[in-house]
C-alpha cells in the first residue's frame, strides 16, 4: 500500500467533478487501500478520490475510534436525507481549521460496494455527516464554501502563507 499525497485548499484540482466509476476492478481496489493508508495515517475519518487527485466518484470513511468500521462508497447517491446535524467538520485538504457546518443527521445512501454490488445503507450522526462531507468533495466542494466569504479568504491567505515559510524553510 502507498500513503497518497492530499491536495490543499486552494489547490484548484479540488474543484473538480469526478466522474463516475465504470468498472470496479483490482485497480480501483488497490486504490481503495492506499486511500484507507492514507486517511488513517493523516489521521482522518473520511477521505474523497477528489483529495488524492483522482477524479472518480469514490470515498473511503470509517469514524470508529478503534478504526474497525471501513466504508466504502464507489457512485454514492443520496436516497433519503432528514433531522439536522450541526458538527464542527475539519478536513485534509483544510488542515487546522475546524468550523461549524450544518447537515443532515440522517442519510440513506446508495452506492456500489467494493466488488462491485449495488447496494444501500443508513447512516447516522458523524458518520451521516462525513458521507455527506466527502460527497461535496466529489462535486468540487469544499467546507468552507458554507462560510462567509471573508472567513474562507482569512483561512486561504493563512494556508497560503504556512506553505510559503515551509518552502521557505526546506530551501
Ligand atoms: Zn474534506
Not at 99 to 128: P, S, Y
Given at each position: 500500500?502507498?500513503?497518497?499525497?492530499?491536495?490543499?485548499f486552494?489547490d484548484?484540482?479540488?474543484?473538480?467533478?469526478?466522474?463516475p466509476?465504470?468498472?470496479?476492478?483490482?485497480a480501483?481496489?488497490?486504490?481503495?487501500?492506499?486511500?484507507?493508508?492514507?486517511?488513517?495515517a493523516a489521521?482522518?475519518i473520511g477521505l474523497?478520490a477528489?483529495?488524492?487527485?483522482v477524479h472518480k466518484?469514490?470515498?473511503?470513511?470509517d469514524?470508529?475510534?478503534?478504526?474497525?468500521?471501513?466504508h466504502?462508497?464507489?457512485n454514492p447517491?443520496?436516497?433519503e436525507?432528514?433531522?439536522?446535524?450541526?458538527?464542527?467538520e475539519?478536513?485534509?485538504s483544510?488542515?487546522?481549521y475546524y468550523?461549524e457546518?450544518?447537515?443532515a443527521?440522517?442519510?440513506?445512501?446508495?452506492?456500489l460496494d467494493?466488488?462491485g454490488k449495488?447496494t444501500?445503507m443508513?447512516?447516522?450522526?458523524?458518520?451521516a455527516v462525513?458521507?455527506?462531507?466527502?460527497?461535496?468533495?466529489l462535486e468540487?466542494?469544499?467546507?468552507?464554501?458554507y462560510l462567509?466569504e471573508a472567513?474562507?479568504?482569512?483561512i486561504?491567505?493563512r494556508l497560503?502563507?504556512?506553505?510559503?515559510?515551509?518552502?521557505v524553510?526546506v530551501?
Amino acid at each position: 500500500m502507498t500513503k497518497l499525497r492530499i491536495l490543499e485548499f486552494p489547490d484548484p484540482r479540488l474543484r473538480t467533478k469526478a466522474a463516475p466509476v465504470e468498472v470496479v476492478d483490482d485497480a480501483l481496489r488497490a486504490l481503495i487501500d492506499d486511500m484507507f493508508e492514507t486517511m488513517y495515517a493523516a489521521p482522518g475519518i473520511g477521505l474523497a478520490a477528489t483529495q488524492v487527485d483522482v477524479h472518480k466518484r469514490l470515498l473511503v470513511a470509517d469514524v470508529s475510534a478503534e478504526k474497525t468500521d471501513p466504508h466504502v462508497l464507489i457512485n454514492p447517491r443520496i436516497l433519503e436525507k432528514d433531522g439536522v446535524a450541526v458538527t464542527e467538520e475539519g478536513c485534509l485538504s483544510v488542515p487546522g481549521y475546524y468550523e461549524e457546518v450544518e447537515r443532515a443527521n440522517h442519510i440513506r445512501v446508495a452506492f456500489l460496494d467494493r466488488d462491485g454490488k449495488e447496494t444501500e445503507m443508513e447512516a447516522e450522526g458523524l458518520l451521516a455527516v462525513c458521507i455527506q462531507h466527502e460527497m461535496d468533495h466529489l462535486e468540487g466542494k469544499l467546507f468552507v464554501d458554507y462560510l462567509s466569504e471573508a472567513k474562507r479568504s482569512r483561512i486561504r491567505k493563512r494556508l497560503e502563507r504556512d506553505r510559503r515559510q515551509q518552502a521557505v524553510s526546506v530551501a
